[in-house]
């Protein structure tokens, strides 16, 4: 008897997890672009870039959940320097001549936190409306540079106007935060499998390069986000 009392519970115990928890994959597409609140600088064109990872979202009732999870995702955009600014690499310190644009190309490891409401199951689709904060830490920091370029010594790089695949990790700041807003649906398959569509707009609060007043850039750059991501729900 208390066998049959053991089986019942763990299988009771069993089957509110499986309702309470639920995860997957996810990837999709981001379209990026700077903000700035300097005259020194103009943000130019966006950037295409890509996410993937995986999820988890744990039922806090019927109708709302927390959703969390681990992306990798590419972001950046164009900024057009009115000014003169220097440029920390990998390779050695970057003086730009005035009215050179810089390409930033960066890869993040991001965890968001998110609420998530969710309608009843109508047909076989659930809507759902999502609004929560996304911590992301710096992986990657590449960046073009298009105009003169000075090297070391403030010496012309000969004959070069445009620097490809720099490393400026230096230049960027490792960490930053952000909020995101958005909604999408959620397509059952039966059972708890599903696939799920969504649409975000992601804005970050903290600045994405480093402020050095001897580097003659001061200049506060934020960054904001498109994204869609399609995955599957297990």
């Known amino acids: 008897m208390r066998k049959i009392i053991v089986i019942i519970i763990l299988a009771y115990s069993i089957q509110v997890s499986a309702q309470k928890y639920g995860g997957g994959l ?8 700077f903000f700035t609140d300097s005259k020194k600088a103009s943000t130019e064109a966006g950037r295409f870039n890509f996410v993937y990872g995986v999820f988890m979202d744990k039922n806090l009732t019927d109708n709302f959940t927390f959703s969390t999870g681990l992306n990798i995702l590419g972001t950046g955009g164009d900024i057009l320097y009115a000014e003169s600014i220097k440029m920390n690499t990998t390779d050695g310190l970057y003086t730009l001549d005035p009215n050179s644009k810089v390409s930033y190309r960066l890869r993040y490891l991001e965890t968001p936190f998110s609420i998530k ?12 409306a999502k609004v929560g904060v ?9 960046a073009d540079i298009e105009g003169h370029v000075l090297d070391n010594n403030d010496a012309p790089i000969t004959d070069i106007k445009m620097q490809q695949e720099l490393n400026i990790k230096n230049d960027i700041n490792f960490f ?14 039966g059972g708890s499998t599903a696939i799920i569509a969504e649409l975000l707009y992601t804005n970050n609060f903290l600045d994405v390069t480093k402020d050095k007043k001897d580097y003659n850039n001061q200049i506060s750059v934020t960054n904001g986000m498109v994204v869609f991501k399609a995955g599957i729900k297990f």
């Open 117 to 128: 409401g969710r309608t009843q199951e109508i047909g076989y689709i659930t809507y759902f």
């Open 176 to 189: 930053n935060i952000g909020f995101h807003i958005g909604g999408g649906i959620e397509y059952s398959l």
């Open 26 to 33: 996810e990837g999709g597409f981001i379209y990026s672009w």
């Open 134 to 142: 996304s911590p992301m830490l710096l992986i990657q920091s590449r």
